[in-house]
């Protein structure tokens, strides 16, 4: 059961356009001025995001969240997008029930826990959105449940893009995250002894849990115990996919 109590709009749109040139003779056919880059999605003409502030029960627990919804454009395409939209919330919820179920027990009917969804990013392809979680006075047990996630959405497919999505394959592999734990600690703040720690050891499931946000010069982690850090996407160019650069404007 769901009661909405707010929402704010905002209207996506764009169309892209490829230039082609003819060969030497009339009949050659077209061929790209320059190669091409890496294929970036266009987000469907008409496409509205409405962030609405809902009082929700799911999993057995009462929460307030602020869930993103997509509208217009294409119908097929904004069918999923609004699904998966709702997909960081819901995998949240299920496993803080399944987790804290002894503690949130006592707590039945009671408002648990209130999320956040905040626009970070939209371009022609993608959007990137951070999500926020906060868990009432008792409600868990453990800091990990405060920590934030970022995601990042194809608006040509309106899928949630996995770090697969995102990373350059070889980045997930053993060599890559050896260049990627440089690279972290090289940045964040890691003369915070918790900081240093959470970065000591950069794995693939890390790589997975902490997704970057996107934003207008760089990405943007907020990785474990350290303090939001920024990387300029110059900086990236060998960790994220040339689409994911591409598809961000760098």
């Keep these: 059961q769901t009661a909405v109590a707010g929402a704010a709009v905002l209207v996506i749109g ?3 356009v490829t230039v082609l040139a003819r060969g030497g003779s009339p009949d050659d056919p077209p061929r790209p001025t320059s190669p091409p ?3 970036v999605a266009a987000a469907p003409a008409g496409l509205t995001l409405t962030f ?3 009082q929700r ?3 057995g627990i009462t929460y307030t969240a602020v869930v993103p919804h997509a509208t217009g454009g294409d119908e097929r395409i904004t069918k999923v997008l609004d699904a998966s939209l709702a997909r960081p919330i819901l995998g949240y919820v299920t496993r803080f029930a399944a987790t804290n179920a002894a503690t949130l027990a006592p707590l039945t009917g009671r408002t648990v826990l209130t999320t956040s969804a905040r626009l970070v990013r939209r371009t022609d392809g993608y959007l990137s959105i951070r999500y926020g979680f906060t868990p009432a006075g008792t409600a868990a ?5 405060w ?3 970022s995601a990042v959405f194809d608006l040509r497919t309106g899928k949630l893009l996995t770090a697969s999505g995102i990373y350059r394959p070889q980045t997930l592999r053993k060599a890559g995250l050896g260049r990627v734990t440089a690279l972290l600690n090289g940045t964040a703040r890691t003369s915070d002894p918790l900081c240093a720690t959470d970065l000591q ?3 693939a499931l890390a790589l997975r849990t902490y997704l970057p946000m996107f934003t207008e010069t760089g990405v943007r982690y907020e990785w474990g115990r350290c303090r939001p ?3 300029a996407y110059e900086r990236m160019r060998n960790v994220l996919r040339p689409e994911i650069l591409k598809g961000f404007g760098d």
């Design 37 to 39: 880059p890496p294929p």
């Design 14 to 16: 764009a169309a892209a």
């Design 201 to 203: 050891i950069v794995d």
């Design 141 to 145: 047990q453990h800091a990990s449940w």
């Design 57 to 59: 029960g799911d999993q």
């Design 52 to 54: 609405t502030t809902e």
């Design 147 to 149: 920590q934030p996630q």
């Design 229 to 231: 850090f920024a990387i």
